[in-house]
């Protein structure tokens, strides 16, 4: 055990900073903080109304109001919070996941709101109460009003950006566009082993082939290789190699879909297989630019926008039909559907708290890279550090003596969800 008798020992400055805020942070607290003035103002206006006239009904929605404002506060004080601590040295990773905890509290209170809807409706159910609609149905269009212009300050804050960030650092940022390759595929033939994938990165895509052989295994140019797909209909498309330097490549492209069946020819015929791809929907990378700070602060509106509707139908019910009931049935409805956006919002944001794996068909594209090699996955593990940006901490064994740690960081940059990369590569025995 080292002592440092009594001498504070100095704090390591890491080479590279730890900001991993979404692109749209800043843009997206100034939305929050536009949603927040207009319900203030709204908020005051009702309540002072509803002193001024003696409703009571609209002193209840200022003062509804202003539970709506509470919850864009907790989006915008996350929002400044994450800014404002982004290169404190105490965030090992960064305030990218500021966001998400704001989140995952706004579901626990949406939650909340759902159970407290729904008692009321069940409540009101069992012991109906007079209604004034005409005033009720004025209150409820003010509120769906109110909510769908906070929609549209809000609009736009949580789609996927599916790009790479140019920001580099010595632990492998990414900051090449998007690739895509589609798990590596062993073959093993009389003149070694073939790894194939299908390459994209930022270009469209292409066939890639890494040889292994031994000192025994018979010459083979990428001349010799041939690979023909057969797609539905019988058409055929045959695609001839070139060297790329660490792997052979094909002339042209790969069109769409990816779904066929691949004949792999070598050495003039002495060796041919066939594969069978399929296309894999859904696979782009991308779920983790979600703004979930943002997507919570829409949701709060989204659910009283809905409240609002439904309110307005059971009302219309009650005053033109006589189906009173119809009032605290939509409450119910409302109370379910608020919940079950909660229950969406809790799972997401908790599964990043808890740092579970965000892409797993990014850490099947980082394990056929590192197959492609010739080398083996030990252990990878794959977090969300903030909105757009992932970390990595990816083991690998290794038989060859160049492929070590700066090697796989400049292998990954292709990469582009990528911000924070750390790789260990250990040494195989040979056999």
């Known amino acids: 055990m080292n002592a440092s008798h009594g001498r504070a020992l100095p704090i390591p400055v890491p080479e590279h900073d730890h900001v991993f805020l979404g692109e749209g942070h800043d843009r997206n607290a100034r939305k929050t903080w536009s949603v927040i003035v207009l319900c203030t103002i709204v908020m005051v206006v009702e309540i002072t109304g509803g002193v001024h006239y003696g409703s009571l009904a609209l002193i209840a929605d200022g003062m509804h109001m202003s539970t709506h404002a509470a919850a864009m506060l907790i989006a915008a004080t996350a929002y400044r919070y994450a800014r404002k601590h982004a290169r404190d040295a105490r965030f090992s990773f960064g305030t990218g996941k500021v966001g998400d905890l704001a989140g995952f509290s706004s579901a626990i209170i949406l939650a909340m709101i759902a159970l ?11 012991h109906p109460v007079r209604i004034d609609f005409n005033q009720a149905i004025a209150i409820a269009f003010l509120g769906l009003g109110v909510n769908v212009i906070s929609a ?15 920001h580099h650092h010595g632990h492998g940022h990414g900051g090449a566009a998007h690739e895509h390759t589609d798990e590596a595929r062993a073959i093993d033939t009389p003149f070694g082993r073939l790894q194939l994938s299908i390459f994209e990165d930022g270009v469209p895509p292409r066939f890639q082939v890494r040889r292994f052989q031994d000192a025994a295994t018979p010459a083979l140019g990428p001349g010799e290789l041939v690979l023909t797909t057969l797609r539905e209909g019988g058409v055929q498309q045959r695609f001839a190699l070139r060297d790329a330097g660490d792997c052979w490549e094909s002339v042209d492209e790969i069109p769409e879909p990816h779904a066929f069946e691949l004949r792999v020819e070598a050495g003039a015929g002495a060796f041919v297989t066939t594969l069978h791809y399929e296309e894999e929907p859904g696979h782009a990378h991308g779920d983790h630019h979600r703004d979930h700070n943002m997507r919570a602060a829409f949701v ?5 926008a809905a409240v609002s509707i439904l309110a307005i139908l059971g009302l219309a019910a009650g005053k033109y039909f006589g189906l009173y009931f119809m009032d605290p049935v ?18 997401d944001t908790g599964a990043i708290l808890l740092d579970m794996n965000p892409d797993r068909s990014l850490s099947r594209d980082i394990s056929a890279l590192v197959a492609a090699q010739g080398d083996q996955l030990r252990d990878l593990h794959l977090w969300r550090l903030g909105p757009g940006h992932l970390g990595a901490i990816v083991a690998v064994r ?7 740690a700066s090697y796989y960081q400049r292998l990954f940059d292709r990469f582009g969800d990528l911000s924070h990369v750390t790789v260990e590569v250990t040494s195989a025995s040979p056999a």
């Open 116 to 126: 407290l809807i729904g008692y009321e409706a069940i409540d009101r159910l069992l």
């Open 152 to 166: 549209w300050l809000l609009s736009g804050g949580d789609h996927a950006h599916h790009h790479g960030h140019g």
């Open 330 to 347: 939509m409450g119910i409805v409302g109370a379910l559907v608020i919940a079950n956006w909660s229950f969406g919002l809790l799972r």
């Open 398 to 404: 290794s038989r060859d003596a160049a492929h070590d």
């Open 300 to 304: 709060h509106v989204a659910a009283d």
